[in-house]
């Protein structure tokens, strides 16, 4: 149980174009998601978190008009790189919530590599 | 605030010898604590958590990991690793009164060889 789906796994496009992303809970209505964006070998950096129905919060330092979240339903969250430039090429990293509980853990989709040329 | 510490950024071991992976973490209420691991171009794998109750917990693929209040620590362990346990295993901590918000580790790169 509690599978997260992400799509595409895998993104190649041209600088200027809009990229997106999407994270769906399998299984599960996920209240809350999460993205995450990873550069290689080092560790998570979270984006913002959304919640069903409301506007997502964004990290400090993350621009909320080049990152785009939306979460219109308990099983869908998207990202949307807008204008991607080769400097947000990495590893996105999407994980969903099953209840509003700190005690359990959050599931993870198996990521999307963005790679703008 | 709260934040993780994995000192070592990556530990080596034999196939068949145990094997620590370490933690350490900081919180202004009671952690919630969490162990995952991620393969090559893949998302994070719940290994295991820390909630209250017993200090060792034990997870997936034979791993376990300790909770110790004084040092705030939460190493993880197994008694025999395997060479297919090799991969980048993060920590994480949750305050109780942070909401869900996870804070990672830096992360450990675990390589066992045959």
């Known amino acids: 149980g509690a599978v997260v789906s992400q799509h595409p796994s895998w993104v190649i496009c041209k600088s200027g174009t809009s990229v997106k992303i999407e994270c769906r809970s399998l299984?599960?209505?996920?209240?809350?998601m999460f993205w995450y964006r990873q550069f290689p070998k080092q560790s998570l950096m979270l984006m913002a978190t959304?919640?069903?129905?409301?506007?997502?919060?964004?990290e400090q330092g993350v621009e909320k008009d080049k990152f785009l979240i939306n979460h219109a339903s308990l099983t869908l969250s998207t990202l949307t790189v807008t204008s991607a430039h080769p400097e947000d090429s990495s590893f996105y990293i999407c994980?969903?919530?099953?209840?509003?509980?700190?005690?359990?853990?959050?599931?993870f989709g198996d990521g999307t590599r963005l790679s703008i040329l | 605030a709260q934040s993780v510490a994995q000192p070592e950024d990556q530990v080596n071991v034999a196939e068949g010898n145990p094997l620590t992976v370490k933690c350490t973490y900081s919180v202004s209420g009671n952690p919630y604590l969490f162990w995952y691991v991620q393969y090559p171009n893949r998302g994070l794998q719940f290994l295991l958590k820390y909630i209250t109750g017993d200090n060792l917990v034990k997870g997936s693929y034979g791993f376990e990991a300790e909770f110790n209040k004084s040092q705030t620590s939460f190493h993880l362990k197994k008694p025999s690793a395997l060479v297919s346990d090799s991969a980048l295993y993060f920590c994480?901590?949750?305050?109780?009164?942070?909401?869900?918000?996870?804070?990672f580790g830096g992360g450990t790169r675990l390589m066992v060889k045959p």
């Open positions: 994980s969903a919530s099953t209840t509003a509980t700190p005690d359990q853990p959050q599931h």
């Open positions: 994480a901590v949750r305050d109780w009164n942070a909401g869900n918000m996870l804070t």
């Open positions: 959304s919640n069903e129905g409301s506007k997502a919060t964004y």
């Open positions: 299984d599960f209505q996920a209240t809350t």
